[in-house]
């Protein structure tokens, strides 16, 4: 079955052996918590002496960090090991339909197949078939190349939008009643999770033939008022740096490879992903706040006014005496508002006459250039407004929340407009995020 035409492959599906407890095999997305070590600590003592995917995936907790090199180290070879003993077994090639509950949804549908990187390029006005709805950030690739470029497996936390509101192509496959292969209560209070295997012919084309339909010109121009021939299909939602890596390291193996057509069968082609339909019930786009650290906060604050006045904006930072009272300012027409927690402030910023569309893009347009001219500070980006002020309010930080933006604007704002501001958005909290269970060789 070939479905080059609209980035598509059938995957091998490989999934644990029967005795397996699933709940300690499944593990959140690695770029997840990654100021809370503590929660990572967690799960190490929750998955100790069973196979899990934690023994696969380098936790971002642990970038830059003395155990890195050694992490990486054990992941190939774990990677090796569990396919070597039959912990890993082959289910067959087909698709993977998803059943999710989480915190705040009771459903949301996924697929997960294989999607062709041939189809995909993140540089800055791609028009292909798949595309980055965030900026990619190229020296954020190296670490991430580090742990896929040995790898013989990989298992997916990327999760691609299908705008699909007729929902013609995930929701109907539960009325074939597919065989369950798993069904699983994920750990640390993250819900449940049920997956039903997609492998007879019929239905993997009518899934083709339903995907090949959101990408009939006609249709694609009336649905975004645009007129264009260079369809966007498949948009991405979590994981755009992990797919960029597999995209980097397929690029310098066609680059390496002596027979330049046989290289075009190499799994390496491929990366296996999560299709969600953007107009799931149970998918809630979410804003990605922002946590500076080593800094004074009273300090930045005065730079982040000279910086707006240089570009002919206006700052106030007006204080309150909590953050549900910040939440509440509403400003003037047109200006931009976030809020921000230190040690022993609350406020409002407000940011009049803009330079840029979204509220996002001039708050990280500003700590851009703060980072370069600061650089014993550091950001990290949140999920979860909790942990945002639990973090803000720690000595030397300051942390920042953000309005989210609607999930049925992205489509076409990615298509007029090309990508967001990096972290513009988040499918849901921290503990909605994909977690690891499905693998698939790619060596």
């Known amino acids: 079955m070939n479905f080059d035409n609209i980035g598509l492959n059938v995957p091998e599906i490989f999934l644990p052996k029967n005795d397996v407890d699933m709940t300690k095999w499944a593990v959140v997305a690695c770029d997840q918590y990654t100021s809370q070590p503590e929660y990572w600590k967690d799960v190490k003592a929750i998955t100790a002496n069973s196979p899990s995917t934690l023994n696969l995936i380098l936790p971002e907790v642990y970038l830059e ?8 180290e054990d992941i190939n070879k774990n990677m090796a090991d569990y396919v070597d003993n039959g912990t890993l077994e082959n289910r067959g090639k087909g698709f993977v339909l998803l059943d999710r509950k989480t915190c705040n949804a009771s459903s949301r549908k996924g697929l997960v197949v294989a999607l062709d990187l041939e189809k995909y390029d993140y540089s800055k006005g791609s028009k292909t078939l798949i595309r980055a709805t965030e900026g990619t950030i190229v020296d954020r ?10 790898a013989s497996i990989e298992l997916p936390h990327i999760m691609v939008l299908i705008d699909d509101p007729e929902k013609t192509v995930i929701e109907p496959l539960f009325a074939k009643n597919p065989e369950k292969i798993y069904d699983i209560d994920l750990m640390k209070d993250s819900g449940h999770i049920s997956g039903y295997m997609i492998d007879d012919e019929e239905t993997i084309n009518e899934i083709a033939e339903k995907l090949t339909a959101l990408t009939e010109p006609s249709l694609f121009q009336s649905k975004y008022a645009v007129v264009d021939d260079s369809p966007l299909l498949y948009a991405m939602g979590d994981g755009n740096h992990s797919l960029a890596t597999a995209k980097a390291i397929w690029e310098k193996i066609k680059e390496d490879a002596t027979d330049k057509t046989s290289v075009m069968d190499n799994p390496a082609r491929y990366a296996l ?14 804003a990605i706040f922002r946590a500076i650290f080593n800094i004074d906060p009273s300090d930045m604050l005065d730079k982040m006014k000279k910086f707006y006045a240089d570009q002919n904006s206006e700052v106030t930072i007006n204080e309150f ?19 921000f927690i230190t040690e022993n402030r609350y406020g409002a910023i407000e940011v009049t006459n803009p330079n840029l569309t979204l509220e996002t893009a001039t708050l990280q347009n500003f700590i851009d250039t703060y980072l370069q001219d600061n650089s014993e500070a550091s950001v990290d980006y949140i999920h ?5 002020e639990e973090l803000g309010k720690k000595p030397g930080n300051i942390g920042f929340l953000l309005p989210s ?18 972290k513009t958005f988040s499918m849901g909290e921290a503990s909605e995020k994909r977690f690891y269970i499905e693998c698939r060789k790619i060596k």
């Open 273 to 286: 992903v999560e299709l969600v339909n953007l107009h799931d019930g149970g998918l809630e786009f979410e």
């Open 141 to 150: 690739l190296p670490p991430r190349i580090k742990v896929r470029q040995n």
């Open 65 to 72: 960090s003395d155990e890195e090199e050694k992490i990486i």
């Open 384 to 388: 979860g407004e909790d942990v945002t």
């Open 405 to 422: 933006i609607s999930k049925h604007s992205l489509f076409k704002t990615i298509i007029c407009d090309g990508a967001l501001p990096r």
């Open 321 to 339: 005496d909590s953050i549900d009272a910040a939440k509440k300012y509403s400003g003037s027409t047109g200006s931009h508002i976030f809020q």
